[in-house]
């Protein structure tokens, strides 16, 4: 793909929903630049009018002139545009409509979840309230829940099939967070004892080139 143009993703790194659109980005093997972006800055020109809900990710993409925002949407155009051989999804049902499933369930059930704890628990002018950290903290332990009694149910190793598509990739990073952060001290431990199938299927995930190189730049990013 040397011919392609890089494309321009509008990031802050510590936030999962960009790191989801990176690791798509190095799984087509797409060149790319980060545009780091404050959050004291994404209600401000000049990024509200690349993204008028002032939210990250956005993508420009050269080569076509599109600007997209929010990950899902990014994350579609980039399968449809870059993915022809259908190296990270299906084009022919069940497995595109299964696929789907997953995409809007990760969109609705995880993010929305996940972040409001991480909000609770690090972010909140309020500390200790433990009524809405608990609440969120049980959404998220139910959610891991269900990916464990699909893998169990269905003998998958991944959430359509047995190999890798772009939805187990969606859910790597704030599952990362959940692992790391959200569950609380432990929670890494209580993730692989109590979910034990997908736990595994995560750790497998962070073994992809893609993830360990994305993740590297991550951490570059932060220390700019």
Known sequence: MASIKPLKLYSHSPSPNPFKVMIILEELGLSYELEEVDFSEIKQEPFISVNPNGRLPALEDPNTGIVLWESAAIIEY????????????????PQ?????????????GQGPYYGQLA?????????NLKSAIDRYAAEVRRVIGVIELHLTKTGQTHLVGNQVSFVDLMWFPWNDMAGQYLLGEGGAEEWQKTWPKSYE?????????????AQEKRDAAKTQ
């Open 78 to 93: 980039l399968l449809d545009q870059y993915d022809q051989d259908f190296k990270l999804h299906s084009g022919s049902s």
């Open 96 to 108: 595109k409509y299964h696929e789907a499933t997953w995409k809007h369930f990760q969109m609705s």
């Open 119 to 127: 909000w609770f628990t690090m972010f909140h002018p309020e500390k």
């Open 201 to 213: 299927w995560h750790q497998k995930l962070a073994e992809r080139e893609s993830v360990k190189v």
